[in-house]
């Protein structure tokens, strides 16, 4: 019974196999990416390094770019807008003006406007902004025109009015010219209603309010001046609107269509008794995708050859290194074989020459000579040097090795310094360096002695 639940107590459970299974797995694949990283050649980590650089300076430099076209482009849609904007304003001041001439003549006539239809007709056609034109003493209408079609506003209060009651009043306790509106007119359409108060002087002095003398503007004929559908063919959707003092929301007046502006560059139009707002945007939105797209591909593209450029320099630099290693290795390999040939030839005791087969002397080699006593060999023929009788000897020898490859035995005598002193030749036709070429090197053994 012990033994098997200490035998039980060292058994793992299916779950401990999984988990130490699925942290070997992750210890292999850390090692496997260790050793692939260390098997990356430095120029690939130079490569990389220069990619993200150059990626980064590269989307700085869109970046940049991109926020400059956005400036442009939102300072190209405030210039356009701003002269709607002004000719909004200039629209609307002009069709208010209607008010001031009929104030004139409501105060010269202390409230009464003879032929009134006939004036406010004329003044009707003049001003194509304005729709309707109204007395309304003690803010009640009393005369219109045209009368056709506005016989429902006639005994209208536009101070108890609960839509424009508010900015009636305005009208009346500040003396000074209001505008309400956009509104549903009771005529019927929307439209905006210019008020201007009229007061008379008491027996006492004192102004008393007479009542108004107002304008009915009705939208968008009001704004045909401002040209305001010129802006979607220029690429820009724009919005008119103001803020209802009343309820605090919006109040669309006029607008290009359905969908929302993002961001819009907005330009504040000053009315009597409010602010209007006229808004506007990219038709498009404001991103440049094709332009922003292109970009980025020809930053990257970039980024590549600029990685490639670093990666072929670098290894332009170690094939320098390397090739600079493997000179200056050769070089010392054959210093060393040099000094080993030299040494060899210093140990031999005989006179070396190599020959043509015309017996021209090409090198002189023996120890102990200076280079240039051994210089002056170099150049001559063998007839310049040694005896008449001994040349024959040394050609025969030539001409031996040149058949067959080597020939030695031959014996001939040469004065050196006034002494006679013989040598014994030992030949070896030589490896040619170029094809024609059969030199032949000759060994001259002093056996004076013998």
Known sequence: MICTLQRGQHQSTPRAQVVRRGVDNQSDMLAKTFAWSRKLRPDWWVAAAVFVLASALAAMLVWNAEQRRLQSERLRIASLTSDHAYAIRAGMDRALSTTYALAAMAKQGRGDIADFEGVAGEMLTLYPGVSVLGLAPNGIIKR??????????LGFNQLADPKQGREAFIAKQTGKLTLAGPLNLVQGGLGAVGRLPIFFDDSDGKPQFWGFVYAVI?????????RLERLPLAGVAYELWRMNPDTGSRQVIAVSGNQPL?????QSIEMPNGTWALSAA??????DWPTLLWQAALALLASLVLAYMARLLLQLKVHERDLAALVAERTDEIMASQSKLRATLDAIPDRMFELTPEGFIVDYQYPGVDVAVAERFVGRNLSDIFAPGSVPVVMQALEQAVQTGHAEGQEFEWVMGGIQRWFEISAARKQADTPGDLPVVVLAREITQR
């Open 262 to 266: 993002i961001d819009p560059v907005q």
């Open 144 to 153: 219109v025109a045209p009368l056709a079609g506005n016989e429902k506003s």
């Open 218 to 226: 009705r939208f968008p004929q009001a704004l045909a001046n401002a």
């Open 282 to 287: 990219p038709l498009r939105g404001w991103d």
